[in-house]
């Protein structure tokens, strides 16, 4: 059973740079999310996807912010212009549509840092 | 808007030493209550899910527990690899996937 794959694992630039990043879900799993996490803090929610739509979009996805799945397979998450509140721990879950609410299924994160 | 406050920040338990972790929430219609751990460097971990008042779930040295306003994460005869981060997250009614998370439990057991 391969878990959720996020790559690059770090990631270093420097101010005003676009950064991508990229997420591979676990196979069966139709829904894909986005999160972010700084030092001390729990994930917070960005996006969420269900197949190839994006459903939600919280406050936080700045429009420097934008997220892609296309086909409903990998997402992508991109940032433009970084700034030095960017730096944090991007973290992408999947999870299964089922009768109830399916737990979600964290990679490892991509850990971004903004010099 | 749903909240999570967990306590306490930090716990420092001699291996053996059983204990709990509180998760406090409130939310506009539970769909879910989950507890995670979270090691250095990594991702959360799903451990359990919670749907209703009263429920409760096992698994090693590990047992979550349920209430109307907070789920409280025991652990019995813990061991020097239970050391981690656990996160508590809560889903709400208002048809959306996100979950909401709490700031964690640093958990350190020694030998």
């Known amino acids: 059973d391969t878990g959720v794959s996020q790559n690059p694992r770090h990631k270093i630039t420097k101010r005003g740079q676009n950064v991508t990043f990229r997420c591979d879900p676990i196979?069966?799993?139709?829904?894909l999310y986005w999160y972010r996490q700084t030092l001390g803090q729990g994930p917070e929610f960005l996006t969420y996807?269900?197949?190839?739509?994006?459903?939600?979009k919280s406050r936080l996805l700045s429009d420097r912010f934008s997220a892609e799945r296309p086909k409903g397979s990998f997402s992508t998450l991109e940032i433009q212009r970084t700034e030095q509140g960017d730096s944090a721990m991007y973290l992408c879950?999947?999870?299964?549509?089922?009768?109830?609410?399916?737990?979600?299924?964290f990679g490892d994160g991509t850990r971004l840092s903004i010099l | 808007e749903d909240q999570v406050t967990q306590s306490p920040e930090a716990l420092r338990l001699q291996e053996g030493e059983s204990s709990s972790l509180n998760c406090s929430y409130t939310?506009?219609?539970?769909?879910?209550l989950f507890w995670y751990r979270q090691d250095p460097g990594k991702g959360p971990e799903f451990l359990f899910t919670?749907?209703?008042a009263g429920e409760e779930k096992e698994k090693e040295r590990l047992k979550a527990t349920l209430t109307k306003k907070e789920s409280f994460l025991h652990i019995t005869a813990p061991k020097p690899e239970d050391s981690a981060t656990y996160l508590c997250?809560?889903?709400?009614?208002?048809?959306?996937?996100?979950?909401?998370f709490g700031t964690g439990t640093r958990l350190l057991v020694s030998p």
């Open positions: 879950a999947s999870s299964f549509t089922g009768a109830s609410n399916q737990p979600q299924h």
């Open positions: 196979s069966e799993h139709n829904r």
């Open positions: 996807f269900q197949n190839e739509a994006q459903l939600e």
């Open positions: 939310v506009s219609g539970l769909r879910g």
């Open positions: 919670l749907y209703s």
């Open positions: 997250a809560v889903q709400g009614d208002t048809g959306f996937q996100k979950l909401v």
